[in-house]
């Protein structure tokens, strides 16, 4: 079953490879500008029993010129003179060319109608038209060839963007995991130093949470029931290293269902309310969470406690890097489907985010 799904695949992907060719793209065009020519000179006699060979013949002459025009206009001119300070000399020389080769396939067809004097006098009657549709065929492909340049051009901006982002995003979310991961280390060791029965527990939930973010955040989003599950491992590992007056709670409005949305989010946040707020303190704090949970919108509020005197710490205060990351990633992922409000007072830290969920 394997095998013939694989080559399901491999026949999926010649194809796609095959349409895309640019090589087909030409040769499905021709084909089809051949045949609205055919159309157009076998319509009005179409009553008159005409020679088809004939009127084949002649499109295949006129698409051959068409063509050998457009392919020295994308191979040699374009290239060489279509520039800002050159464009006057491109207009000259693919004006010149094409009075080199309009003639010429006049000349051609002078020789061909060798039977007719009637068709002779018609053609060289017609020869300003055959300058203007020559030049008209020579205008519209460098004007298709601007569009489909500008079009490429785009496509692979927007290719390498998407990459970009990417990698940013991979990158901000490793810096998130291994410092998130740190601070959870540095409280089981705290415990394990006071030989706490706690320690086992924490041991489990920490696992939980580390098959979490080591198979399950490595997609652009994740179930948003995860997520709270995460948050609530995390407060319960809080509420054991915690002392019993340090009100934690996790309050959810809402019914949590099939909503998605960007993994770690929130645990920057809450991660900070305990590093810079709680662990400060020496008697009593709070730190009381409430996400608020719509079909489409979700919205977080962290208010936490804080000591009015923080102690001075030496140098550059390390853990920071949290809650830059997690800025920058709402910043990319959902650039205008959020809002962040960080408030800064004496006694509290709160803050309150909305993102709207695709």
């Not at 030989?195 to 652009?220: G, T």
Request: hydrophobic share 45%; proline share 4%; charged share 20%.
């Amino acid at each position: 079953m394997d095998h013939i799904k694989q080559e399901n695949i491999n026949i999926g992907s010649k194809i796609y490879h095959f349409v895309t060719d640019r090589t087909v793209y030409h040769i499905v065009f021709w084909l089809v500008f051949f045949s609205f020519l055919f159309f157009l000179e076998w319509f009005p006699i179409r009553d008159k029993a005409p020679d088809l060979l004939s009127i084949i013949s002649n499109q295949l002459i006129i698409i051959a010129f068409y063509a050998i025009i457009v392919y020295f206009n994308y191979g040699y001119l374009i290239p060489k003179y279509f520039k800002w300070n050159k464009v006057y000399y491109y207009i000259l020389f693919l004006a010149l060319f094409i009075l080199l080769i309009s003639p010429l396939r006049t000349m051609i067809f002078y020789l061909k109608f060798y039977d007719s004097p009637l068709d002779r006098e018609i053609l060289l009657g017609e020869q300003y038209n055959t300058y203007i549709a020559n030049f008209l065929v020579g205008g519209f492909s460098t004007i298709f060839k601007i569009v489909s340049d500008w079009a490429r051009h785009q496509r692979e901006k927007t290719v390498l963007e998407a990459k970009n982002l990417q990698s940013e995003l991979n990158f901000l979310r490793s810096q998130i995991n291994p410092h998130f991961l740190f601070n959870t280390l540095n409280n089981l060791y705290a415990l394990t130093l006071k030989k706490s029965d706690k320690a086992p527990e924490i041991v489990i939930k920490l696992s939980d949470m580390m098959r979490y973010m080591l198979y399950e955040c490595n997609e652009k989003e994740v179930p948003l029931i995860k997520e709270v599950n995460y948050l609530r491992n995390y407060l319960d590992l809080e509420k054991l290293r915690q002392a019993k007056n340090i009100d934690i709670q996790l309050k959810v409005n809402g019914m949590v269902t099939n909503q998605r949305i960007a993994p770690l989010m929130f645990i920057p946040f809450i991660e900070n309310s305990f590093k810079h707020g709680l662990n400060n303190q020496i008697s009593e704090g709070f730190v009381h969470i409430v996400l608020d949970v719509d079909k489409d919108k979700v919205h977080l509020n962290v208010n936490n406690s804080k000591s009015p005197t923080l102690p001075v710490r030496q140098g550059k205060r390390s853990g920071g890097i949290g809650l830059v990351n997690v800025k920058r990633r709402l910043s990319l992922l959902y650039p205008h489907g959020h809002s962040l409000e960080i408030e800064d007072n004496p006694n509290n830290y709160e803050v309150d985010l909305t993102i709207e969920l695709e």
